[in-house]
């Protein structure tokens, strides 16, 4: 029965990481007209400063405003838009991945769990947030319409280790620039029910990559400032891996 019940919770997650892999970012018909009272606001988490608009406003315009406020150039591949209306089904994939990973009752789901609880989560808008790119490219430069929360924080100095790791916490590891993956292995305390032959490297733009049989590549893999390596663990159904790393590719660089 409990077999049964986890392979129904897992077809589920599946069905709801399609949706928000598929969600599509919600753009404000140009010709729409707005009343005066129209709440379209942008908040700039890093100095809670809230920019307020009875139109909907370019991302160009956004960006523009938020940049004066602050003291340093921001990390753009770690930036993010996060649409309001976007988060009670994020927030519900979430809880049963959480859920799920509860129900497991191992040793490495438990770390898992612990290290996803002191995660900071959104459903991140799938856009370019450089400045430089939108206000040249029309095409990347949408009208905001509604409430969202916009984060730019400064260029982080760690790597961030997940998953079958000796750790209730996510590992910081320090950026070496210039090296690759394989200079981090070393650096990581992996558990004996880590998938240690098959990694996911997620990027700050939440780009993936899963690379198999890691100890025999022969192509060097580089990683970004804050770019997460997740090392899955034996103890956890394909399909909740692959759930995971959807949560992570939506990890908030605070």
């Known amino acids: 029965m409990d077999k049964l019940r986890t392979t129904i919770n897992t077809v589920k997650l599946s069905i709801l990481a399609l949706a928000l892999t598929l969600s599509s970012f919600v753009f404000a018909d140009q010709s729409q007209e707005e009343s005066p009272k129209s709440n379209n606001q942008v908040t700039l ?101 509604g409430q969202f929360r916009l984060y730019l924080p400064e260029s982080p100095h760690d790597i961030k280790v997940y998953g079958a790791i000796q750790s209730t916490t996510p590992i910081n590891l320090a950026l070496q620039d210039g090296s690759s993956l394989q200079a981090y292995l070393p650096d990581i305390p992996f558990y004996n029910v880590a998938m240690n032959t098959t990694i996911w490297i997620i990027e700050p733009d939440q780009t993936i990559d899963q690379i198999q049989n890691i100890h025999q590549q022969k192509q060097p893999t580089y990683l970004a400032p804050g770019a997460i390596i997740y090392i899955a663990s034996n103890e956890i159904p394909e399909q909740l891996n692959q759930n ?11």
């Open 45 to 145: 988490m890093e100095t809670a400063t809230t920019f307020r608009y009875t139109t909907p406003p370019r991302l160009s315009m956004v960006l523009a405003e938020a940049l004066h406020t602050l003291t340093y150039n921001p990390y753009y591949l770690g930036a993010a838009l996060v649409d309001e209306t976007q988060q009670q089904d994020f927030m519900r994939f979430k809880q049963n991945v959480m859920d799920q990973l509860a129900m497991a009752k191992t040793f490495s789901t438990e770390k898992m769990r612990s290290q996803l609880k002191h995660t900071a989560f959104a459903k991140k808008e799938t856009l370019s947030l450089d400045y430089d790119i939108v206000r040249v490219f029309p095409q990347k430069n949408p009208l905001l319409k």
């Open 244 to 254: 995971i790393v959807t949560l992570l590719q939506n990890r908030l660089e605070k």
